[in-house]
């Protein structure tokens, strides 16, 4: 399920600190894009927490926000669904057929075959 939440920015000396006021809840990164970031793994978390807890991911507010000076109104995507799959990353067991010469020579290289065939994979 992919939702747009707001959220308003403030720029401290050190910090890009982040409030998404329709969760209640707020994070901060080093740089802007990091906040972004930040937010919206803070965002998917809390959804997918929310979730478990038996409870449904409101709606983003339609209401407009009174923004201090210097600070940013932005938007975040979140894919709650997606960012629940990225946390189920359990392990399953697959029997694949290589020749004989390419098991010796991932051998001799002290290659981990489960690694080397993830990385195929996600590169494919």
Same mark, same amino acid.
């Given at each position: !399920?992919?939702?747009?939440?707001?959220?308003?920015?403030?720029?401290?000396?050190?910090?890009?600190?982040?409030? $998404?006021? #329709? *969760?209640? &809840?707020? +994070?901060?990164?080093?740089?802007?894009?990091?906040?972004? $970031? !930040?937010?919206?793994?803070?965002?998917? *978390?809390?959804?997918?927490?929310?979730? #478990? #807890?038996? =409870?449904?991911?409101?709606?983003?507010?339609?209401? %407009?926000?009174?923004?201090? =000076?210097?600070? &940013?109104?932005?938007?975040?995507? /979140? #894919?709650?669904?997606?960012? @629940? @799959?990225? *946390?189920? =990353? @359990?392990?399953?067991?697959?029997?694949?057929? &290589?020749?004989?010469? /390419?098991?010796?020579?991932? @051998?001799?290289?002290? *290659?981990?075959?489960?690694? $080397?065939? +993830?990385?195929? &994979?996600? $590169? %494919?």
């Amino acid at each position: !399920m992919k939702t747009v939440y707001p959220i308003i920015i403030t720029r401290t000396e050190k910090w890009f600190v982040v409030d $998404a006021p #329709d *969760l209640q &809840i707020g +994070t901060q990164g080093k740089t802007l894009k990091e906040a972004f $970031a !930040m937010a919206n793994d803070a965002i998917s *978390l809390w959804g997918v927490t929310t979730q #478990d #807890d038996g =409870n449904p991911i409101p709606e983003p507010y339609t209401s %407009k926000y009174e923004l201090e =000076n210097g600070q &940013i109104l932005g938007a975040v995507e /979140v #894919d709650f669904d997606s960012y @629940r @799959r990225s *946390l189920q =990353n @359990r392990l399953i067991k697959k029997t694949v057929n &290589i020749p004989e010469y /390419v098991d010796e020579i991932g @051998r001799k290289k002290g *290659l981990n075959f489960s690694q $080397a065939l +993830t990385d195929a &994979i996600l $590169a %494919k």
